[in-house]
C-alpha cells in the first residue's frame, strides 16, 4: 500500500490590506500584481526552493474575473517569472480560498504529484465587489434551497445574534476593541514586518509605498464603536465597528515535502496535521467553523484543551464569540488571536487564510506551544479549519 507524505508549511506572506475603493491604497493597483509581488517576495525569501522545482502554484479568488480572472495560478507564476515548466491553477471557496489552495496543494504533495507548491490567494474587493454578477438561481427562493438572507454576510451575522440572544452588542464591541488594540500592539512591536510586505502603489498622490493595514484603528474605543449605527438592519448589532471591512489584498505560501524538506535543508514552521470543511444552514453561516474545527480535532484524537493557539477569522465579531460559545472558550482566552485579527487588519476573502497561517506561525515560534489551528467561516454555510503542529 501507499504511503501518504507529511505537508510542511514551509513560509507565508501577505501584502498589506487595503481599503477596497476609490480612496483605498490599492485602488489603482491589478489584483493579480498585488498576488505577483507576495510571490515574488516569498521566492526571495526562500533561496534554497528552485522555482524550477515547484510542482504546483494554486491561488484562490473569489471573484473570477477581470484582474483576477485568469487562471490566477497560472497567470501569477508566469507573470512573478516562474518558469513557464511550472503549472498552476485556481479555486474558489469563497473565504476559505487560500485555505483550500492550501488543502489541495497538500494533496498534491502527500500523493507524491508534487513535492514543493505555492498556494495562496488575492481578492480585491474594490474592483469586485461581494455578489457582483452573481445570479443566484431563482430555485433558491422558489423552492425555498435558502433563506433570503444568507445572500447577505451582514445579514447572516445578524441571525447569530438573533439564534444567540447572549451574544449581545455590548459584547461584540468589546471584542473588537480588543482585535483593534492587540493588532495596534503587534504593528507597534514589529510583529508584522516578519509576514507583511510592503509594495510600491501608484495612488491620486503619485507614487507611494504600502506598508500598513488601513484598517487599523488605533483611536478605537467603546463608546466610539456604541455610537455607530447597525450596518446591516434597522435595530441591529453588526456595525462596521465590530465587522471587518471590505478589503484589498493577497497572499502566497510555501509548502513541501518531508523529504524535500531534508533535500533542499529548509526550515519548515508547521506540519499540518489534519483539516476539515463542513456545511450548516447557509444563513447561519458563521456556525460553520464549530463543526469543522470539532471535526479536525476527532481526526487527530486531541482536545481544544491540547492547542495551543487559534488564529480565527474575524469577519464578525458575533461570529468569533459564536465560535468560542459552542467550543467552551473564553473570548478573553490569551489563546485566541494575540495580535488582533480581521476586525482590526480586514478581510481579502480568498487571501485570508494564508494571513492565519503565517500569523500562527510566527505566534507558535515566539509564545511556543504544540499545536494550533486557522478557521473561519465560509459564504453559503461552510467552516473550515486546519490543524498544524509548530516544528520551529
Ligand atoms: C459593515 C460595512 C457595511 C461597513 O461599510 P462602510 O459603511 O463602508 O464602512 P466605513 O469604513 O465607511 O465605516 C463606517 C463608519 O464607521 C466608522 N468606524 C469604523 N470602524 C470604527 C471604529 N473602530 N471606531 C469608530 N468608528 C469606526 C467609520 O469611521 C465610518 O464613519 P463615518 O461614516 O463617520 O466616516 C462593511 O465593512 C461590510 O460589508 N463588512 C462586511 C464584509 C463582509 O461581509 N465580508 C465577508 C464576511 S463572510
Known amino acids: 500500500m501507499r504511503e501518504l507524505r507529511e505537508v510542511f508549511f514551509v513560509d507565508g506572506v501577505r501584502t498589506p490590506f487595503g481599503k477596497a475603493g476609490p480612496k483605498g491604497q490599492f485602488w489603482r493597483t491589478r489584483a493579480d500584481d498585488m498576488a ?62 487560500a485555505l483550500t489552495a492550501v488543502t489541495a496543494a497538500a494533496g498534491e504533495i502527500a500523493l507524491g504529484a508534487a513535492d514543493i507548491a505555492l498556494a495562496g490567494g488575492v481578492e480585491h474587493m474594490g474592483h469586485h465587489p461581494m455578489g457582483d454578477d452573481v445570479d443566484f438561481n431563482p430555485r433558491f427562493a422558489s423552492e425555498r434551497l435558502i433563506d433570503e438572507s444568507a445572500a447577505v454576510m451582514g445579514r447572516t451575522a445578524e441571525n447569530l445574534h438573533d439564534l444567540f440572544p447572549a451574544i449581545t452588542r455590548e459584547r461584540a ?27 510600491a502603489v501608484f495612488t491620486d498622490d503619485g507614487w507611494k509605498v504600502a506598508e500598513r493595514d488601513e484598517f487599523l484603528r488605533a483611536d478605537t474605543s467603546l463608546d466610539g464603536l456604541a455610537a455607530l449605527k447597525p450596518a446591516f438592519r434597522a435595530g441591529g448589532r453588526v456595525t462596521a465597528g465590530n465587522s471587518a471591512g471590505l478589503t484589498d489584498g493577497a497572499t502566497a505560501a510555501f509548502l513541501a515535502a518531508e523529504e524535500t524538506v531534508g533535500e533542499l535543508g529548509l526550515a519548515p514552521k508547521l506540519r499540518l496535521v489534519g483539516y476539515a470543511y463542513a456545511g450548516v444552514e447557509p444563513h447561519l453561516m458563521g456556525l460553520g467553523p464549530v463543526p469543522a474545527t470539532k471535526s479536525v480535532l476527532d481526526q487527530a484524537g486531541i482536545s481544544l484543551d491540547d492547542v495551543d493557539l487559534f488564529e480565527l477569522n474575524e469577519p464578525f465579531a458575533v461570529q468569533v ?24 487588519c480586514g478581510h481579502p476573502l480568498a487571501a485570508t487564510g494564508v494571513r492565519l497561517i503565517a500569523q500562527l506561525a510566527y505566534g507558535l515560534r515566539e509564545r511556543g506551544g504544540r499545536y494550533g489551528l486557522t478557521a473561519l467561516c465560509i459564504g453559503m454555510g461552510m467552516g473550515a479549519a486546519i490543524l498544524w503542529e509548530n516544528v520551529q
Open 36 to 97: 505577483v509581488k507576495a510571490v515574488r517576495e516569498l521566492l526571495r525569501r526562500n533561496p534554497a526552493i528552485p522555482p524550477e522545482r515547484i510542482g504546483d502554484v494554486v491561488l484562490a479568488a473569489t471573484a473570477q474575473v477581470g484582474d483576477q480572472g485568469l487562471t490566477l495560478g497560472r497567470d501569477v507564476a508566469l507573470l512573478a517569472g516562474i518558469p513557464h515548466t511550472v503549472p498552476g491553477f485556481a479555486v474558489d471557496r469563497m473565504c476559505a480560498g
Open 173 to 199: 464591541d468589546a471584542f473588537a476593541l480588543t482585535s483593534q488594540q492587540r493588532a495596534s500592539a503587534a504593528w507597534a512591536n514589529g510583529v508584522m514586518r516578519e509576514t507583511v510586505v510592503p509594495l
Open 321 to 344: 464569540l459564536t465560535w468560542c460559545d459552542e467550543l467552551g472558550i473564553s473570548a478573553d482566552d490569551p489563546r485566541l488571536n494575540p495580535y488582533g485579527g480581521a476586525i482590526a
